[in-house]
């Protein structure tokens, strides 16, 4: 079982809908989550980062982790056809550290006009 | 100010050839990684440079070798390479593990 699962998709939602994604994970010393979003034929870059369990929420994005179930979400309301990209759950358990981060496989996102 | 970038974009090599990836950064980051990207598996850490003189490996470190020159650059060879080693190739500066930044990306077929 990989440490980090996430639904590849594709997830067609039309303009205007509340998204949801999620990521479970296995690895109880994870305690930053990561969202990165990737469009097509570019480099993934940071969306939101969550430390530990809660919510954080930034315009029109809201991420939420839950440690006791080992779930983490991102919700994107209001959603816009520039919000059509590849969206990636990343963990890791330093943070601060230098080590890299465990990638989910990434959930294909497209907003119909 | 570029960021991150890569070269080459695009690369075809013939199995057994040998070829570096380059990768630079001009955001005075400490830590350089490598990662492959595959469809179906995600972002996989090849090797990551805590700093410069420094290197270790990561999650998929079987056919590559790197080198961290200088602060700035950080390259990735295949030795030999292989058609496993057909994928995507991104390379990310970073300083606190959380918000690393990535190039554009190596598209690279091994035929």
């Known amino acids: 079982q990989k440490e980090v699962e996430q639904d590849p998709g594709p997830l067609s939602v039309p303009e205007g809908a509340i998204v949801s994604l999620n990521c479970t994970y296995s690895?109880?010393?994870?305690?930053?989550f990561m969202w990165y979003r990737q469009y097509s034929r570019k480099g993934p870059e940071l969306l939101m980062y969550?430390?530990?369990?809660g919510n954080k929420e930034d315009g029109r994005f809201t991420a939420q982790v839950d440690k006791s179930s080992k779930y983490i979400s991102l919700f994107i309301r209001d959603s816009q056809p520039s919000d059509s990209a590849t969206y990636l759950c990343?963990?890791?358990?330093?943070?601060?550290?230098?080590?890299?981060?465990?990638f989910g496989k990434g959930t294909h996102l497209i907003i119909q006009p | 100010n570029a960021g991150v970038t890569q070269t080459p974009k695009f690369q075809v090599l013939k199995t057994g050839q040998s070829m570096t990836l380059q990768c630079a950064q001009d955001?005075?980051?400490?830590?350089m990684y490598w990662y492959r990207q595959d469809p179906g598996m995600g972002l996989r850490l090849i090797y990551y440079?805590?700093?410069?003189?420094?290197?270790d490996k990561g999650e998929v470190p079987n056919g590559y070798n790197v080198s961290r020159l200088n602060k700035r650059e950080f390259s990735l060879r295949l030795e030999s390479a292989a058609p496993s080693q057909t994928s995507v190739y991104f390379c990310?500066?970073?300083?606190?593990?959380?918000?690393?930044?990535f190039g554009p990306g190596t598209r690279l077929l091994v035929l």
């Open positions: 969550t430390y530990s369990s």
């Open positions: 990343a963990m890791s358990a330093s943070g601060g550290g230098a080590d890299g981060l465990t």
């Open positions: 690895n109880s010393a994870f305690q930053y």
């Open positions: 955001m005075n980051h400490n830590s």
């Open positions: 440079s805590a700093s410069e003189g420094t290197t």
């Open positions: 990310a500066g970073g300083d606190r593990g959380i918000n690393q930044y």
